[in-house]
């Protein structure tokens, strides 16, 4: 028996490595690598095109970049951060996060939306929301004391 669960073990490892390492699974980040120290050198993550963006009639796109201990959602154009976002019902959404320093969640509760943000990846995401009501945005992987004060809020209208 010590045999086979040695055996096992070593089994185990060795698909999650060869998943890891030779297919390069990684989270919802399509293997799309960015700088954490600087994240702006992405255009998604240029600081203007932070936040929600229309790119065609039902399509947007919801770029953020977390960082401890706030989620940048860009600004509304008169120096007030965004914390609140609008997305009429039946509108397909590519979220895309990235993160600056530490392994941040990124989960719309009530919603498909629920990613882990690593440092060094784009983490995306596209879903279509088709529910109305007004949903939190939440960090769900502890990030350290600020850690509840990682949200904003998404409404579907
Ligand atoms: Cu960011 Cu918890």
């Not at 932070?50 to 201990?69: E, H, K, P, W």
Request: hydrophobic share 40%; charged share 15%.
């Amino acid at each position: 028996w010590l045999i086979f669960g040695g055996g096992a073990l070593v089994l185990f490892l060795l698909i999650l490595g060869f998943g890891a390492f030779y297919l390069g699974t990684h989270p919802q980040s399509h293997g799309v690598t960015i700088d954490p120290e600087n994240v702006e050198a992405n255009e998604a993550f240029e600081r203007e095109n932070l936040g929600l963006t229309q790119v065609d009639d039902d399509r947007y796109i919801v770029n953020i970049v977390a960082s401890t201990f706030s989620y940048d959602l860009g600004d509304d154009g008169e120096g007030n951060a965004v914390s609140h976002i609008e997305i009429p019902k039946g509108s397909t959404v590519l979220f895309q996060a990235v993160t600056t320093d530490v392994i941040h969640g990124l989960n719309i509760a009530g919603t498909n939306v629920n990613m882990m943000v690593e440092p060094g990846y784009i983490s995306s995401l596209e879903v279509e929301l088709n529910q109305t009501g007004e949903f939190t945005l939440v960090c769900n992987e502890y990030c350290g004391v600020g850690h509840h004060m990682m949200f904003a809020t998404v409404e579907v209208v």
